[in-house]
């Protein structure tokens, strides 16, 4: 079974610049998840799908950050502008529904931003 | 918010002792989970004990979940250099399944 696949592995920007990140979930996993993680410490949750809707976002800044899941597959995350302090690995996790528990989490997108 | 607090920050021992991480949480919840993560990578999931559980085996770990004192811990039995990580509780709360992090464990494995 393939797993969690998320490019690109690894981007660095200029601030102000935007960048864009995919991912395309383990097949038939409704649930599809976006999280921050600065070094050191734990996973941030920045937006959770369930099939093509949204079900939480409350910590995604919208200013900047925006995301999609069309047709309820694979998803993108854009930045735009870019931070000094975005700079932090972007994961995406899927999962078969939010009350399955597990979550299966793909390698990781490194954003350094100069 | 970040309710899962893991204790130690950090963790050095040698090979084939054993580690000992916890995990302590303020709200009810549905589930606890352990996941690793190794430098540079996705994390990896490791165990899942619900609320009405009170320990867990899978090979070498342990999960023990006191819901009463709201903590959990994992514990590596006979380690090994390749368990080298960060080592993360995550808690499913009751009310939604929101899943919420903690800091993490950085253990380290001396051969």
């Known amino acids: 079974e393939a797993g969690v696949a998320q490019s690109p592995r690894y981007k660095i920007i200029e601030k102000r610049q935007s960048v864009a990140f995919w991912c395309n979930p383990i097949?038939?996993?409704?649930?599809l998840y976006w999280y921050q993680q600065i070094l050191g410490q734990g996973p941030k949750l920045l937006i959770q799908f369930q099939n093509n809707g949204v079900v939480d976002d409350s910590q995604l800044p919208k200013d900047r950050f925006s995301a999609e899941r069309l047709k309820g597959v694979d998803s993108t995350l854009k930045i735009q502008p870019a931070k000094l302090e975005d700079s932090a690995v972007y994961l995406c996790?899927?999962?078969?529904?939010?009350?399955?528990?597990?979550?299966?989490f793909g390698e990781g997108s490194r954003l350094t931003v100069l | 918010s970040q309710q899962g607090e893991e204790d130690p920050q950090a963790l050095s021992i040698q090979e084939g002792e054993n580690a000992t991480m916890n995990c302590s949480y303020k709200?009810?919840?549905?589930?606890l989970q352990w996941y690793r993560q190794n430098s540079g990578r996705g994390l990896v999931h490791l165990i899942l004990?619900?609320?009405n559980e009170r320990e867990k085996h899978s090979g070498r770990l342990r999960v023990t979940l006191d819901t009463s004192k709201k903590s959990s811990s994992l514990l590596i039995t006979a380690s090994r250099a390749a368990d080298t990580a960060s080592y993360f509780c995550?808690?499913?709360?009751?009310?939604?399944?929101?899943?919420?992090w903690g800091a993490g464990t950085k253990l380290i494995i001396k051969p």
């Open positions: 004990i619900r609320s």
């Open positions: 996790a899927s999962s078969l529904g939010p009350e399955t528990g597990e979550l299966f």
């Open positions: 709200t009810s919840i549905n589930n």
């Open positions: 995550a808690t499913g709360l009751d009310s939604n399944y929101q899943l919420i």
């Open positions: 097949s038939g996993h409704a649930t």
